[in-house]
């Protein structure tokens, strides 16, 4: 626990307001069903969330190379890295910015074993996240690439290296 919050893995009482928590973030992450969210658990090497007093302030849902993830951006990773751990989605509630959710996220994920050499994911660059690309910068994560599926949709590709 740090600064009140508690990081610990998503269980399945915890489905409902993660899946709800998930679909506040379009669209800088795609609202799913409850069918799709559970398969994302169920592919998941690490599935956290991060509460205060009960309540769910963030989640973070990450996977290790070779799942079997229908994402094109999981599999521009997957071709091009032998190990890593791959952040689906980072969604911290509006009302929790600031708190320190999304840095003790990445923390559970910097602490993942065993510990893989780069943490990697996606920020969309269109439409525009500046807000999120901001924080993943500062967290020492730097462009690897960029993937574009749609005229209306690109994203740059991020890596943080870990010791």
Request: glycine share 8%; charged share 20%; aromatic share 8%.
């Amino acid at each position: 626990m740090t600064d009140g919050l508690d990081v610990r893995a998503l269980g399945a009482a915890d489905i409902p307001a993660a899946l709800a928590l998930n679909n506040t973030a379009e669209p800088h992450v795609p609202t799913v069903g409850e069918a799709r969210f559970r398969w994302l658990l169920e592919l998941a090497s690490l599935a956290v969330g991060a509460y205060r007093g009960g309540d769910l302030l963030g989640l973070l849902i990450a996977l290790s190379p070779r799942a079997a993830h229908d994402s094109p951006y999981y599999a521009w990773f997957d071709a091009r890295y032998e190990a890593f751990l791959y952040i689906d989605r980072i969604v911290v509630g509006q009302a929790a910015r600031g708190l320190g959710a999304g840095r003790a996220l990445y923390a559970a994920a910097e602490g993942f074993q065993p510990r893989p050499p780069r943490l990697t994911c996606e920020v969309n660059e269109l439409p525009p996240n500046p807000v999120s690309l901001a924080f993943h910068t500062a967290l020492g994560f730097r462009p690897v690439g960029t993937v574009e599926t749609s005229p209306s949709k690109k994203v740059v590709m991020l890596e943080k290296p870990l010791a």
